[in-house]
């Protein structure tokens, strides 16, 4: 829904500290943005304590206490995020790192504090680049056509978690080829179908609200149809145990100096960019973005960001970092950061009704990240593609998002094709010295196999 179409909002209390009438929106429209956003992000709850309980080899108590307080972290920053950045940005355990913490940096010998003690680190480091500037200066140096596919890239990236999601891609064994498509043969994969043409036909009739009445509507059939079920029995006094169990030495003192400081530097870019990806993409897709791609107050938005990945840390939950499938809620009409209060709000009451949330399946709310995508995608219009300077960057980090399940390798790409053809060309004037900079990071970034592989060897 666009922001011309929102009803005109009172210009007093909540509504003027939120800014209601200057974006088009209200209360109204932003509560059922959070809801929606929450309920494209509940599943972090259980997979991030799934990711760790495995790498951790955690019991059933010790997963519960890191549901506990993925759900704490979350609400906590997400609501800071609403207060201080106001943009509809939710926060939570970031998937892909919660994985690097949980196998790779265990594998080298950590303990899972010193794991956790790794992400605070990287999380202070990110701070300190905000608190001088650094990171949003970066964000300012991107140019334009990179920033659009940085949006489009990303709703690529959602599309395909949907199609995961709905349990229409999988990875065979054996992996070739990488991803397989899957016809429908079970319950769960009939239900996403249905239940995406469902959403496509409440979007295309402007039906208001249509993604969270799409995610309710499947959540209540797949309850009838026994995809997902009511638990029988939970408890409502939540554990959290994991908070403070982190330790800052650990991986200085199992890997060494240098191999420490490398293997921060490359979850710092990770956590890095994913941010001013998703941030770029989302804010733009809300049209709250500047004509030039660049986000007003982004500096606010990278503070708390960066504190989440601290706080995520010593909370040893992992870095907490903004969310892509915040776009579902800017997609129902989400403006402001009172829709993340509402989803803040709403994980904090997941810590005392984790089961219960659990009653969403995948396959409900699957189908609304595939339209959530497509939206996203449609930023490609503005993207001169027949242009190779810009085409061939832009290209690279779009479909290199999916296909690598990574939106910081997407980035590094674009970032580093830009840099070279413009050498190429001749055109070094154009580069900004910070694009030199940040390609020369991703050079390392790219390489970190190999330089470990050299530092070990």
Known sequence: MSAEAQPTAPTGGIAGYFKFAERGTNIATEARAGLTTFFVMVYIIFVNAGILGAGFGLDAAGVAAVSAATALVAGVMTIAMGVVGNYPLALAAGLGI??????SLTA???SPAGAMGVIVLEGVAVTALVLVGFREAVMNAVPLALKRAIGAGIGLFILFIGFVGGGFIVSPEGGAPPVVPVFPTTTGQFLFLAGLIFTIVLWVLKVRGALII??????AVALIVGVTSVPTEYSVVPDFSTLGDFDVTDVFTVLGPLAAILTIFAILLTDFFDTMGTVTGVASEAGLAEPDGTVPGVGRVLLVDSLAAVVGGAAGVSSNTTYIESAAGVAEGGRTGFASIVTGVLFLLAIFLAPLAGIIPSQATSPALVLV???????????????????????????LMPLTYDITVGIGAGFISWVVIKLAKGRISEIHPLMWVVSA????????GYLDALISG
């Open 373 to 399: 995508g497509y939206l996203m995608f449609t930023q490609i219009k503005d993207i001169d593609v027949g242009d190779v300077e810009n085409g061939l960057p832009a290209l690279l980090t779009m479909i």
């Open 108 to 110: 080298r010998g950590l």
């Open 98 to 103: 919660n994985g690097i913490v949980a196998f």
């Open 441 to 448: 990071m991703f050079v390392i970034f790219f390489l970190q």
């Open 214 to 219: 799409s995610i309710f509507v499947i959540s």
